[in-house]
């Protein structure tokens, strides 16, 4: 398998080579040449497979330079830090199952990819004799999980970036009282904003991006939507054993990476297996006002009590762009050129095809809390602020014919704070996170300045 550019600018490459390039050298996203599928015959013998063989069956699928044994090793590996031996199990509440991806070390489901994609950059630089600088912003989910994915491992620094005191406690705690040496957190005076444009800035300035070989771990790497697939698959195959031979899937989305990893599910899948799929998003419902109207065009950021998904821009439309634009590189190139001088991108020639393979409902701060207090009381079951906007979409818009699938994003403790709010008292955290507070800590703040955050980098960067 070889992956391409949305843009069409580079020549093939080869898996590991898109997994180190992150995002492509001519501005667009990496994927495979062609979207394999596979023939209901498969499904029978996958159906029976634990998720960590599941996952080797599809992985090897897109994966055609890592020998098997060493791709069962990185999975394997990756998964036994899950503290659920099904890795992502399923539990129905009410009329709609929830698919709990949030059993990681981070509690959120980036774990899921970013617990690979650390070993993925280990093994592929064992191979080559190299090192890298990870280096990147964060709201606060995506720098824990890519801190625990990476935290020990060989020939590689990272380097996260979160706002000072912006951030929930835990959400901090969870990244400073990592104290392997070769994680440095820094606590930046100023937003996420501050800190995100910085990161940006830094890799803008190509010299010292090669030269310290910093490296991405946001949710553009290819590799992180691949690791996604396979709970769309294991949760799908759970359902048709139990008969059901179509479902839906209802997604809290903010970057679009963990739907579009959905819509590459579905496409592996024989037609109809995955029948559709449902796109929640919060306040921020630029997603949404694309699948209603074709309108993809950019608004103002409204903080929620989702926080992961409080994003205008979605990192990974452009994607599915492609395939909107039938697999016509220039012409993502213009809209992507077009969107980024105006804001805002015309597709309303497209809704036909994009009804068929979206629904899309925005759902407010309001029923957001509503849904945490219902299913509490209902079923017992406590969901967290991002996992009841995806429940409370399907509840709207599933089809009583088929099941639907909630992916559980985070764990409730790991908000706490709107979950209070909704029932009235704060979750407990899980055992190997309760004494999160009592741990040393090591971090270092800086002020929102360029210069004073790119000469910490150079002075503590593997080189
Ligand atoms: C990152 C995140 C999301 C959004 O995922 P995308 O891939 O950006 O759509 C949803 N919920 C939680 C808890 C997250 O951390």
Same mark, same amino acid.
């Given at each position: 398998?070889?992956?391409?550019? =949305? ?28 979207? !394999? =599928? ?124 979160? !706002? ?16 392997? !040496? ?69 997604? !809290? ?19 109809? *297996? ?75 020639? *497209? ?54 699938? *909630? ?35 090591? *971090? ?20």
């Amino acid at each position: 398998m070889r992956y391409i550019s =949305t843009r069409g600018g580079i020549a093939p490459l080869r898996f590991q080579d898109a997994v180190m390039m992150g995002l492509a050298r001519d501005g667009g996203l990496l994927l495979p040449e062609t979207l !394999p =599928t596979v023939a209901a015959d498969m499904l029978d013998r996958w159906q029976h497979l634990p998720y960590q063989y599941l996952a080797r069956e599809i992985l090897s699928l897109f994966i055609d330079d890592i020998p098997d044994n060493d791709l069962e090793d990185l999975i394997e590996r990756a998964y036994a830090s899950f503290t659920h031996p099904q890795v992502t199990p399923m539990t129905k509440q009410g009329e709609v199952y929830i698919l709990e991806l949030f059993h990681g070390p981070t509690l959120a489901f980036k774990d899921v990819a970013l617990q690979l994609l650390g070993n993925l950059f280990e093994y592929v630089l064992a191979r080559t004799g190299g090192f890298m600088n990870i280096l990147g912003a964060t709201s606060g989910d995506t720098g824990s999980a890519a801190i625990a994915g990476v935290r020990g491992k060989n020939n590689i620094d990272i380097f996260i970036l979160h !706002p000072h005191g912006r951030t929930s406690p835990i959400q901090a705690l969870q990244m400073t009282t990592v104290l392997d !040496p070769n994680v440095f957190n820094i606590a930046v005076r100023g937003t996420f904003d501050d800190a995100q444009a910085i990161v940006k800035a830094i890799f803008n300035d190509l010299d010292f991006r090669d030269r310290y070989r910093l490296g991405a771990v946001n949710s553009i790497n290819w590799a992180r939507v691949l690791a996604q697939v396979v709970y769309y698959v294991y949760a799908y195959l759970k359902l048709r054993k139990l008969g059901h031979d179509s479902v839906d899937f209802s997604v !809290p989305t903010g970057n679009f990476g963990d739907i579009f990893a959905g819509y590459v599910a579905r496409t592996l899948l024989p037609r109809g *297996c995955i029948h559709s799929l449902i796109l929640a998003t919060n306040a921020n419902d630029i997603l949404t006002r694309f699948v209603a109207r074709g309108d993809y065009s950019r608004g103002q950021v409204q903080a929620t009590s989702s926080p992961s998904m409080d994003i205008q821009i979605a990192s990974n439309f452009e994607r599915y762009l492609y395939y909107l634009r039938g697999e016509d590189g220039g012409a993502v190139k213009r809209d992507m050129d077009g969107f980024a001088a105006t804001g805002r991108l015309d597709l309303a020639a *497209c809704r036909q095809r994009v009804a068929e393979d979206f629904r899309s409902r925005s759902v407010s701060e309001v029923e957001t809390l509503a849904t945490i207090g219902d299913f509490h009381r209902q079923y017992g079951y406590l969901l967290d602020p991002h996992t009841a906007v995806g429940v409370k979409a399907a509840l709207e818009l599933r089809d009583p014919a088929r099941p639907v699938v *909630c992916l559980a994003t985070a764990h409730p403790a790991k908000f706490g704070a709107a979950v209070s709010r909704a029932i009235g008292s704060q979750p407990p955290l899980p055992p190997a996170l309760a004494d999160l507070e009592n741990r040393d800590s090591r *971090c270092t703040v800086l002020d929102a300045d360029l210069g004073a955050i790119r000469d910490f980098v150079a002075a503590n960067a593997l080189q």
